[in-house]
T-cell receptor
């Protein structure tokens, strides 16, 4: 079965540079979530989109922005990168129905800021 | 790649024994809960879910128990196998359409 696809898998950037992470949800999933996971930490919610509109917002820095496109893929744009932004970034997707449905995660993008 | 959960609490069990992983959730209004398994270098993988109108749900070798009175969730794994070694997270959903909040993970280590 198709899973959530994230690209790139690894990314190395320098401080103050920008980065763009991409996420392709499972087909027919209409909701995309972004999470950040530091070493030894649980995933922290950043932002989510439902039908291309922002749905919920968590601890996403103002330096970051995201959007969901007409084909439901999503991009997380990160500017003025800081050393503390080094982390695993996960995208998850779900299909919002009348009941809650689980998030299905991609294998993440490992961002290293030097 | 770098291991997830370098400093997480660890539960060590003998292969073939049963494992119980516990989680205290934060919001009494949460109505949907999921257990995820995360292996090194991978994203969290869905194991089992439960809604707040239930107190027990069983899957293949796994059982989730929900105690809403004390806001406690547990994952029981029967006949633990080496492939079960991973970090386990509980996640709670605080309402329809809202995001999932993850609890602190537990590293399960299966001893031969």
């Amino acid at each position: 079965a198709a899973g959530v696809i994230q690209s790139p898998r690894h990314l190395i950037k320098e401080k103050r540079e920008t980065a763009t992470l991409k996420c392709y949800p499972i087909p027919r999933h209409d909701t995309v979530y972004w999470y950040q996971q530091g070493p030894g930490q649980d995933p922290q919610f950043l932002i989510s989109f439902y039908e291309k509109m922002q749905s919920d917002k968590g601890s996403i820095p103002d330096r970051f922005s995201a959007q969901q496109f007409s084909d439901y893929h999503s991009e997380l744009n990160m500017s003025s990168l800081e050393l503390g932004d080094s982390a695993l970034y996960f995208c998850a997707s779900s299909r919002r129905t009348g009941n809650n449905s689980p998030l299905h995660f991609g294998n993440g993008t490992r961002l290293t800021v030097t | 790649g770098e291991s997830v959960g370098l400093h997480l609490p660890t539960l060590s069990v003998q292969e073939g024994d049963n494992s119980i992983i516990n989680c205290a959730y934060s919001n009494s209004a949460s109505d949907y809960f999921i257990w995820y398994k995360q292996e090194s270098g991978k994203g969290p993988q869905f194991i089992i879910d439960i809604r707040s109108n239930m107190d027990k749900r069983q899957g293949q070798r796994v059982t989730v128990l929900l105690n809403k009175t004390v806001k406690h969730l547990s994952l029981q794994i029967a006949a633990t196998q080496p492939g079960d070694s991973a970090v386990y997270f509980c996640a709670e959903n605080q309402g329809y359409g809202q995001n999932f909040v993850f609890g602190p993970g537990t590293r399960l280590s299966v001893l031969p």
